[in-house]
């Protein structure tokens, strides 16, 4: 199973990003996929999910109303689009993935799958 995240880079604040996250390996029908962030010297933190089949989605407070993920099922592969970015967006991104077991998106321990990160760096 692998999960390969791209899409990263250096943007100016108030600019946009579209991060991607390519699956391979088997389908995942039934599971939630999410991005979590990890900024600097801070702890691995939840930005968004979305169930890979329904389409129910859920933000962190912090990116609601700017960032929207999306998924494509035909390509195996989830979106990130982030809007209105701030420097307090640069971080690490992380794709995850987790089973459909309960509609609490956020936790990070819940998640079986993670990809390997791309960097998004916001400059003011």
């Known amino acids: 199973v692998q999960l390969q995240a791209s899409g990263g880079g250096l943007e100016q604040a108030g600019g946009s990003l579209r991060l991607s996250c390519a699956v391979s390996?088997?389908?995942?029908?039934?599971?939630?996929m999410g991005w979590f962030r990890q900024a600097p010297g801070k702890e691995r933190e939840f930005a968004a999910a979305i169930t890979w089949s329904g389409g129910r989605t859920n933000y962190a407070d912090s990116v609601k109303g700017r960032f929207t993920i999306s998924r494509d099922n035909a390509k195996n592969t989830v979106y990130l689009q982030m809007n209105s970015l701030k420097p307090e967006d640069t971080a690490i991104y992380y794709c995850?993935?987790?089973?459909?077991?309960?509609?609490?998106?956020?936790?990070?321990?819940?998640?079986?799958?993670w990809g390997q990160g791309t960097l998004v760096t916001v400059s003011s």
């Open positions: 390996g088997r389908t995942f029908s039934g599971y939630v």
């Open positions: 995850a993935a987790k089973r459909l077991r309960t509609v609490v998106f956020d936790i990070r321990g819940d998640y079986e799958y």
